[in-house]
């Protein structure tokens, strides 16, 4: 079994960073993309960033400049900065990884169950 849980939310007021992480547990054998999704209150869960197992790095354009996406592979962990927030930005923030187990050599893909991030104007 594997689960991921992401942590870092909060309030924060427009302008101002937060850091969210996500760790991935259980039996994990290898780690392909991992990436970073938000849903908003009453819209569609979105794709925010993703990052390859060789770093290549991918971000949607309102977040360009101002997000960065990275990885520790030791950790099994991968991280958000998120600077110079907006308004916008506030969501339900999620990670998901592409992970193989120790007893199968086939991935699939995690969720984590979300972590609130609040901006006020």
């Known amino acids: 079994q594997v689960q991921l849980k992401e942590s870092g939310g909060g309030l924060v007021q427009a302008g101002g960073s937060l850091r969210l992480s996500c760790a991935a547990s259980?039996?994990?054998?290898?780690?392909?993309?991992m990436r970073w999704y938000r849903q908003a209150p009453g819209k569609q869960r979105e794709l925010v960033a993703s990052?390859?197992?060789?770093?290549?790095?991918n971000y949607i354009d309102s977040v360009k400049d101002r997000f960065t996406i990275s990885r520790d592979n030791a950790k099994n962990t991968v991280y958000l900065q998120m600077n110079s927030l907006k308004p916008e930005d506030a969501a339900d923030y999620y990670c998901?990884?592409?992970?193989?187990?120790?007893?199968?050599?086939?991935?699939?893909?995690?969720w984590g169950q979300g972590t609130q991030v609040t901006v006020s104007s």
């Open positions: 259980g039996s994990v054998k290898g780690i392909y993309a």
């Open positions: 998901n990884a592409d992970i193989t187990t120790t007893d199968s050599t086939s991935f699939r893909s995690y």
């Open positions: 990052i390859t197992s060789r770093g290549a790095r």
